[in-house]
Nanobody
């Protein structure tokens, strides 16, 4: 059974940093493209960042470029999202997801497995 478990969400102040983690089990972690998505109340789930199978290529949404970094440690079956200079508009539930596809895809429909999410709240 595939499980993705996120952690690291918190209530922080504007300008703070957070690192989210997502630990995978039940899958060959290195064989999946991993992504982070987020969803705020009343809004659609949106792409944040993704990283290819062996950690080579990454892609980030324009709204987080220069502030968020995705990276992975396949030896630990974990993908991370380092978030710096957080803004109130970053407030959302953050989900990690795994995709069998060999490319970085930004639509949530292309991801096969999902975690339960971790809440990030940025207070001004």
């Amino acid at each position: 059974q595939v499980q993705l478990v996120e952690s690291g969400g918190d209530l922080v102040q504007v300008g703070d940093s957070l690192r989210l983690s997502c630990a995978g089990s039940g899958l060959t972690f290195s064989g999946y493209t991993m992504g982070w998505f987020r969803q705020a109340p009343g809004k659609e789930r949106e792409f944040v960042a993704a990283i290819m199978l062996y950690g080579g290529r990454t892609r980030s949404a324009d709204s987080v470029k220069g502030r968020f970094t995705i990276f992975r440690d396949n030896a630990k079956n974990t993908v991370y999202l380092q978030m710096n200079n957080l803004k109130p508009e970053d407030t959302a539930t953050y989900y990690c997801a795994a995709s069998r596809g060999p490319a970085i895809l930004t639509s949530y429909v292309n991801y096969d497995y999902w975690g339960q999410g971790t809440q990030v709240t940025v207070s001004s």
